[in-house]
């Protein structure tokens, strides 16, 4: 009977978000523009060093970016953060407090649908760019690195929502949020592997990387199917990452409990 309140949610979360399919597939095809420029980058760098840097040649590093884009697609919330913020300063929330419905499972019900629709019109583009750079693409042969990566793609795409919860939580407290999550998102941006793999940097800044939740968000599954992690640092990884997942949730809680109390207590 719960579950069935959360899929009644996650049915009008396809139907509302698909509104705005074309929106979702301009987005993808015109975010497909900087990889022509990564690409043209990259193609100087491996020349200037000889076709090989950190173990990736030209076209392993274009295949990472590949993956970065399906991944993102994937597990990257999108306006999460704002539509939650404006449930809080509306007080469109008040009608949650008087329902059987979890708010944080209500909204990871519109993530999922989100997450769903925005796929499902993206990967015509998608799929066309994996084709022209068919050439470079090079897959697992073990099983057991799928599944590892299934896992922590999904994991991934938890931390990220959980994340997003969090910093939307601070409407709360504060009137405009956006400061806050783009400083967050110029991290997860710069940390996350998506302007660069992480594993090109020394291995001492990777070593404090590893324990950031940074890591866990996008360049942790794509870094599994690549084959790059194995063995021993594989198990580690995993391990941490599922660290970062309880933690997130608990914090996403807790701010939530925090945030109802203070809005409780100012009259909301």
Same mark, same amino acid.
């Given at each position: &009977? %719960?579950?069935?309140?959360?899929?009644?949610?996650?049915?009008?979360?396809?139907?509302?978000?698909?509104?705005?399919?074309?929106?979702?597939?301009?987005?993808?095809?015109?975010?497909?523009?900087?990889?022509?420029?990564?690409?043209?980058?990259? @193609?100087?760098?491996?020349?200037? #060093?000889?076709?090989?840097? #950190?173990?990736?040649?030209?076209?392993?590093?274009?295949?990472?970016?590949?993956?970065? +884009?399906?991944?993102?697609?994937?597990?990257?919330?999108?306006?999460?953060?704002?539509? *939650?913020?404006?449930?809080?300063?509306?007080?469109?929330?008040?009608?949650?407090?008087? %329902?059987?419905?979890?708010?944080?499972?209500?909204?990871?019900? +519109?993530?999922?649908? =989100?997450?769903?629709?925005?796929?499902?019109? $993206?990967?015509?583009?998608?799929?066309?760019?994996?084709?022209?750079?068919?050439?470079?693409? $090079?897959?697992?042969?073990?099983?057991? $690195?799928?599944?590892?990566?299934? *896992?922590?793609?999904?994991?991934?795409?938890?931390?990220?929502?959980?994340?997003?919860?969090?910093?939307?939580?601070?409407?709360?407290?504060?009137?405009?949020?956006?400061?806050?999550?783009? +400083?967050?998102?110029?991290?997860?941006?710069?940390?996350?592997?998506? &302007?660069?793999?992480?594993?090109?940097?020394?291995?001492?800044?990777?070593?404090? &990387? %590893?324990?950031?939740?940074?890591?866990?968000?996008?360049?942790?599954? +794509?870094?599994?199917?690549?084959?790059?992690? @194995?063995?021993?640092?594989?198990?580690?990884?995993?391990?941490?990452?599922?660290?970062?997942?309880?933690?997130?949730?608990? $914090?996403?809680?807790?701010?939530?409990? @925090?945030?109802?109390? #203070?809005?409780?207590?100012?009259? =909301?």
């Amino acid at each position: &009977m %719960k579950f069935a309140k959360y899929l009644t949610v996650f049915n009008l979360g396809i139907q509302n978000t698909f509104v705005y399919r074309w929106n979702y597939f301009l987005r993808a095809l015109f975010g497909l523009i900087p990889l022509a420029g990564t690409v043209f980058l990259w @193609r100087a760098i491996f020349h200037e #060093h000889g076709g090989s840097l #950190h173990g990736y040649d030209y076209g392993s590093m274009i295949y990472y970016y590949l993956l970065t +884009i399906l991944v993102a697609n994937l597990v990257t919330p999108t306006e999460d953060e704002w539509q *939650i913020a404006s449930d809080i300063r509306e007080g469109q929330i008040n009608s949650f407090l008087t %329902k059987p419905v979890n708010y944080l499972g209500y909204r990871f019900s +519109i993530f999922l649908s =989100g997450r769903l629709v925005f796929t499902a019109v $993206t990967i015509v583009p998608i799929a066309l760019i994996f084709f022209y750079f068919r050439n470079y693409i $090079t897959l697992p042969a073990n099983v057991s $690195t799928y599944f590892c990566a299934v *896992i922590s793609l999904l994991m991934a795409a938890f931390i990220q929502f959980f994340i997003t919860y969090t910093l939307a939580m601070m409407a709360f407290w504060i009137l405009e949020i956006s400061t806050i999550v783009f +400083i967050v998102y110029s991290f997860e941006y710069f940390l996350g592997g998506q &302007m660069f793999p992480i594993d090109i940097m020394p291995a001492g800044v990777q070593a404090v &990387m %590893k324990w950031l939740p940074f890591y866990y968000e996008l360049f942790c599954p +794509i870094a599994i199917f690549l084959e790059r992690l @194995r063995g021993p640092e594989l198990a580690q990884t995993l391990a941490i990452q599922t660290g970062w997942l309880c933690l997130t949730w608990a $914090t996403a809680q807790t701010m939530w409990n @925090r945030g109802l109390g #203070h809005y409780q207590a100012v009259g =909301g």
